[in-house]
Nanobody, 129 residues
Framework: VQLQASGGGLVQAGGSLRLSCTAS????????MSWFRQSPGEEREFVAY????????YYVDSVKGRFTISRDNNKNTLYLHMATLKPEDTAVYYC???????????????????????WGQGTLVTVSS
């Protein structure tokens, strides 16, 4: 599967953005999906997870209550709605996929970069103070 992330941009603190990740080459419903992000000089970190049918989600503590991960398998698209953005949310955001048979429900393995076989190219989110 090929993943294409989009929707990043410059936004003021307190604002909102919606990121999209469109899949091609295979149906998105075959995959559990996650968003990761990487700030300059930092390691890539897990942000949010959603299982293949959208029934299970999980968030890193720093974004709980502000970010919402969702998916539309009919449109082969994953989303990340980000609200109440903070300057520390500034990063390149990546979508990632792993086969659904490896992850029907969230486990700590889903936070690991090496668990994911497929990655989008990243989209830059910049939050100004």
């Amino acid at each position: 599967v090929q993943l294409q992330a989009s929707g990043g941009g410059l936004v003021q603190a307190g604002g909102s953005l919606r990121l999209s990740c469109t899949a091609s080459g295979n149906t998105l419903s075959d995959y559990a999906m996650s968003w990761f992000r990487q700030s300059p000089g930092e390691e890539r970190e897990f942000v949010a997870y959603i299982n293949s049918n959208g029934g299970v989600t999980y968030y890193v503590d720093s974004v709980k209550g502000r970010f919402t991960i969702s998916r539309d398998n009919n449109k082969n698209t994953l989303y990340l709605h980000m609200a109440t953005l903070k300057p520390e949310d500034t990063a390149v955001y990546y979508c990632a996929a792993r086969p659904k048979y490896e992850s029907y429900f969230y486990t700590n393995a889903d936070r690991q970069i090496q668990a994911y076989d497929y990655w989008g190219q990243g989209t830059l989110v910049t939050v100004s103070s």
